[in-house]
């Protein structure tokens, strides 16, 4: 059975930092399309940052470009999203994600396997 558990969410000032995690169990994390999704009070769910099988590609959305970074951490089978200069706008319920059908893009509905999430507030 497929787990994934995000934690390090949490309440800080713009321009702070924090780094989101998500354990993963069940499945090789290297192996499939991952990635971090945010939705905020009263949007849609969209796409943050994806990495692909491997490690070897990432994408970011142009709002967190340069700022966040995802990452694998093969040893601890865990996804890691760091991110820098955060930005009131961050603020939303942060979900890791994985893609089983070999494909690799932020389409929410086609990615098998969600985590609970984990809330971040960025204030002003």
């Known amino acids: 059975q497929v787990q994934l558990v995000e934690s390090g969410g949490g309440s800080v000032q713009a321009g702070g930092s924090l780094r989101l995690s998500c354990a993963v169990s069940g499945m090789d994390v290297s192996n499939v399309c991952m990635g971090w999704f945010r939705q905020a009070l009263g949007k849609q769910r969209e796409g943050v940052a994806l990495i692909w099988p491997g490690g070897g590609r990432t994408y970011y959305d142009a709002s967190v470009k340069g700022r966040f970074t995802i990452s694998q951490d093969s040893a601890k089978n865990t996804l890691v999203l760091d991110m820098n200069i955060l930005k009131p706008e961050d603020t939303a319920m942060y979900y890791c994600?994985?893609?089983?059908?070999?494909?690799?893009?932020?389409?929410?509905?086609?990615?098998?396997?969600w985590g609970q999430g984990t809330q971040v507030t960025v204030s002003s």
């Open positions: 994600a994985a893609r089983v059908d070999g494909y690799c893009n932020t389409d929410a509905r086609s990615h098998a396997h």
